[in-house]
């Protein structure tokens, strides 16, 4: 049969193809709950740490920024090992791992017992995050892979968005403690669901431990661009609650529900425009929608309610964008070390911004903060359009040809 055919029968085949899988399901609500977990702090500590431990707006940046290196340290050898042995051992182990930690918050007393915690939760957190997405990645058709993606993207984005506001509730008048111990639950929940989880049987025995096969060159500019765009968001999730209390709004947390309808709207839609139309449309409309979010944010009480709305359109068409993007540009032996340096570049971005935005937000106050990063999103934009989609067709379809080669090879075996 003419390799064309046989290329347009697989393609018509891949647009076929299922998405909702019982395992991709379980997978789905496997890291809703890792996220819901990891979300439930992300608001808190900084209240945690002001008021319980006596920090200013500098401590609550490093004790965001902290994270960072570890979840940045490990993130590529975790993508190595996954390409290197598969998928599945180390998922189990860092989602065991994320739940100890968790539980730990619990024995934190003093700043810098919370600083060590905070550095040690970077570790799992780093290799499980990075570990589902790849093995969505690798269940997901590829014809159908900005849909795909950005669906199961829609457990991370609903955790974002809805655990923030469950935690104010459960946090109550300070209870830090029964905090702490459900987002330790819902650890030990992903990791119940992930054992049920048939990951995909993907490794490459031949590959080697070093520089190269630790990061992924092919998508350094796209994890630029990841680096900023999660610069401007930390500066959301990292002060919003306390940015609201100057502001003498009553209830922050309706902040974080409607910044979940944004974010569903976005996945539901984003991913299949991603497939008709390809990046460049889409990833403008959603950075222009991220400058919005946070001019209205700069303009206190009259945008509270209405940031939360258009920053979640915005973020929620570029993050799946990127990653889909990703994905497409490497071969399926290099998916783990392309996740790991995009997800990585996530974190720097989320730990940078938090503590960068903290000493913007001591000097000129939350409103010249948000506007500082309506103007940072000027820097994606330029990176973005003159770097990375010029180059994205041909990366793309090296890729394809690398994986149809692969899949050559083991047909013949």
Not at 94 to 104: C, N, Q, T
Not at 249 to 260: D, I, Y
Not at 283 to 311: C, D, K, N
Not at 322 to 328: L, P, R
């Amino acid at each position: 049969m003419p390799k064309q055919l046989v290329t347009e029968q697989t393609t018509r085949q891949s647009a076929l193809a299922p998405l909702w899988t019982l395992d991709f399901i379980l997978l789905m609500l496997s890291t809703f709950a890792l996220f819901s977990s990891f979300y439930f702090l992300m608001p808190v500590l900084p209240v945690f740490a002001a008021e319980r431990l006596g920090g200013d707006e500098r401590v609550i940046g490093l004790v965001s920024g902290v994270f960072t290196i570890t979840a940045v340290t490990f993130r590529p050898l975790g993508g190595y090992l996954m390409d290197r042995y598969g998928r599945r051992g180390l998922h189990l182990l860092a989602l065991g791992v994320f739940a100890l930690v968790v539980a730990s918050y619990t024995a934190v007393k003093v700043l810098a017992v919370l600083i060590v915690v905070r550095m040690l939760h970077g570790l799992p957190w780093g290799a499980a995050n990075t570990a589902a997405n790849t093995v969505a990645s690798d269940m997901v058709p590829p014809s159908r892979r900005g849909e795909g993606l950005g669906m199961f993207g829609m457990g991370q984005t609903l955790a974002m968005a809805v655990a923030p506001a469950a935690a104010i509730m459960i946090l109550g008048d300070g209870q830090f403690t029964r905090l702490f111990v459900v987002a330790a639950v819902l650890a030990a929940a992903a990791i119940v669901l992930a054992l049920r989880v048939r990951h995909p049987r993907v490794g490459n025995p031949a590959a080697r431990l070093d520089a190269k096969s630790l990061l992924e060159g092919r998508v350094a500019w796209l994890s630029t661009c990841q680096a900023f765009v999660s610069a401007g968001y930390a500066g959301v999730t990292t002060f919003i609650v306390v940015y609201a209390d100057q502001l003498g709004v009553s209830n922050p947390g309706l902040f974080f529900t409607l910044l979940a309808v944004g974010l569903v709207a976005a996945r539901l839609t984003a991913g299949r425009q991603f497939d008709r139309r390809g990046p460049g449309p889409v990833v403008g409309a959603g950075l222009v929608l991220l400058v919005i979010s946070y001019v209205l944010l700069w303009a206190g009480r009259p945008g509270f309610y209405a940031a939360p709305v258009v920053l979640g359109l915005g973020f929620g068409i570029v993050v799946p964008s990127f990653q889909a993007m990703a994905v497409n540009m490497v071969p399926g032996s290099r998916r783990g070390a392309a996740y790991a340096t995009l997800l990585g570049s996530f974190d720097i971005g989320v730990g940078l911004g938090a503590y960068l935005l903290g000493y913007a937000a001591n000097a000129f106050g939350y409103a010249g903060m948000y506007a500082l990063s309506a103007a940072i999103m000027v820097v994606p934009a330029y990176v973005f359009f003159t770097r990375v989609a010029p180059r994205y067709a041909g990366a793309a379809q090296a890729a394809s040809r690398a994986n149809e080669a692969a899949t050559e090879r083991r047909t013949k075996q």
